[in-house]
């Protein structure tokens, strides 16, 4: 299958948007500031302890990286490891909110505890898929993929919620003709929603109830089918009396919820500050000549004081010194011409 990828430089962050023809199926966003360990980097890494309880060892990555897990299973050519032993380990899921990154070993080494490799996105997609295409462009789609609700094209619609422990997904007929049209638009549209915004872990779906059992046998195939071209791992239960189904999609690195939003699905201080400079230079583009002011609300303001990189070295890269940042009641352009 033909795949590309289209990546944006933006200002504090990479955007890229994969897609498989004309079908886009992946988005991602790495802010410049990120500096926890990601799928693909390369660390060097000290045993604290081995631990059979996981059947593994917790490793020491260095820096402010919370331990990692060295799993012994499908090791290969991996010595027995002692405690304080030093080797080069390979990130092979992404380290989110604390819990740390799981990573495979790869050599034995005498250096110095810390980072070896970071990989940039770009890099970390071609590892996923070798031949992928790249173009250069602007990726907007993310602005507006992470919403909780989201309509179905028949009339029904899906209210996705993330937790802790799972993603419960309700599913709602709504103005459908039936509960099995639903049921099967929703199947369709939670395997695009779950790999397009990243998202795995444990997914609890509950689904309208459908007494016939062809109908239930339908939707179970409806949903593994729909499922089948993600690269990702996923497992699924059967439908319980409840409508309900169980899965699993493995989740290898940070969602593109995560990256954005906070826990309770809003967009994060650090996300509207950057769409508010993100829509400064849309407006230079238009406005070549132009003096523009951008007025933001105060919070957005105090971030952009304390921001964790330059963004005004690469806002005047951008579109030179013709800018200025005023506190208002809402984010907004002004262009003096």
Known sequence: ???????????????????????????????????????GDTYIAQVKTVDPS?????????????????????????????EGQTVEVKVLRSQVAGKGATVRFIAESDSKVGLVKRLSLHERLLEKFPNLTKDDASVNAMDEVCEAHIGLPGGGSIMMEQTQALIAIDVDKGASESAAAAANEAAKMIAHQLRLRGLGGLVVIDFPNLRQPKQRKTLERTLEDAFEADPAM?????LSRFGVIEMTRAKPDISLDETLNDKWGEPTIATRSLRALRRL???AKVSPGAKLELIVTQDISDWLKDA?????????????????VSVGEAVDVKADR
């Open 1 to 39: 299958m033909k795949r590309r990828v289209v990546i944006e430089q933006a200002i504090g962050e990479t955007r890229a948007a994969v897609y498989e023809g004309r079908r886009l199926v992946e988005l991602y966003v790495d802010r410049v500031w990120t500096t926890s360990p990601r799928a």
């Open 54 to 82: 996981v059947a593994g060892a917790w490793v020491d990555i260095g820096g402010a990286c919370a331990p990692a897990l060295l799993p012994f299973a499908a090791q290969r050519d991996m010595p027995r490891l002692t």
């Open 234 to 238: 996923t497992k699924f239960n059967t």
């Open 281 to 283: 230079t849309r407006e």
């Open 308 to 324: 964790p990189f330059d963004w005004k070295a690469d806002l005047t890269d951008r579109m030179g010194a013709r800018y200025n």
